[in-house]
């Protein structure tokens, strides 16, 4: 079967490479999968620099998140072949491949109202989205949220779900079409960080109140931006740092202005509290079923184009999720 393989840290482009390999063979508790779609993410491209929390072992194949069908169940493994499901595979055995393997009780029943691609891309920043809105910033109908990136993958969902829990969204973009996607995104204000004053904007939107929830995947001076325009009582989600600079947050400020920053890594909800990660994938099929919130595609891409796709994603030029479809 082809697979994108990394051997060595670097860029993306020039570590990933597309070999022939043989099937993987699962393990207990592990199912086999064929690849139907699996979305890229940013740490796709850190896993590649060798810059994630995460070092598999050369040589790996990256894609953290895929929907798939079930070929085969190891030892204990529960679901039946045939099975739709969505998951996150077994680095480093990962997603841009033919066929992979995925922890038996990391999948989850793929929802029917998304197809694969949208399917796929329902898994890690919509869950992410809804634990650092919901359970670590406890937002609130009414509440303004600001949303950096808002026209990436985590920054999309952060905006569906912030108007599915009744907050009014501003989202920050860099650029002109950027700024139109996350106008059809639902944002009710956009800010472009390119040409806007962000402050200056959020102030008007919320007649000097400022946002309640700020929701940051972006680090640098998009978090230098956001604590000039929290609210008092204000949250903080940090999120990620795809500016490449993590902020150093200075805690007399968080103290005068009475705003609160709050850290979010959602893969430790995976140990941490898995029944919580189960219900927040109940919770997320019946909004996808409802049609309150349904994964942005921008661009579905074949297995070939796998080191390119990742490569844009970390310079930063796609909007949504780009998916590839082995
Ligand atoms: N905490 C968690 O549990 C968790 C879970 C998932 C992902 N994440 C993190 O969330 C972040 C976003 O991931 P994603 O996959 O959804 O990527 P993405 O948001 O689709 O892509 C990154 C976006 O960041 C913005 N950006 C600003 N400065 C940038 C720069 N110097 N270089 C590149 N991009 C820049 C760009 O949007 P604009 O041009 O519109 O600003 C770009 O599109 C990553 O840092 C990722 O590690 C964290």
Redesign the pocket.
Known sequence: MKAWRVHRNGEPREVMRLEDIPDPEPGPGELLVRVRAAAV???DA?LCRGEYQVRPPFPFTPGVELCGEVLAAGEGAEQAPGSRVIAQPALPMGGFAERTLVGAATARTAPEALDDAEAAALH??YQ?GWFGLHRRARIQPGETLLV??A?????SAAVQLGKAAGARVIGV???ES?ARTARELGCDVVVD?RTDDIVAAVKEATDGRGADVVYD??GGDAYAKAVKCIAFEGRIVV??????AVPTPGLNHALIKNYSVLG????LYNTKDPAAVQACHEELTSLAADGAIKPYISERVPLTDGANAVQR????I?TGRVVVEP
């Open positions: 993410n940013f740490p850190l890690i920043g992410t950096h990136a026209a990436g993958g985590v920054g973009v860099g650029g950027k960080r995947p972006v999120v990620g740092f795809a500016s490449g979010l890594h959602w893969g994603v970390f310079d930063g796609t």
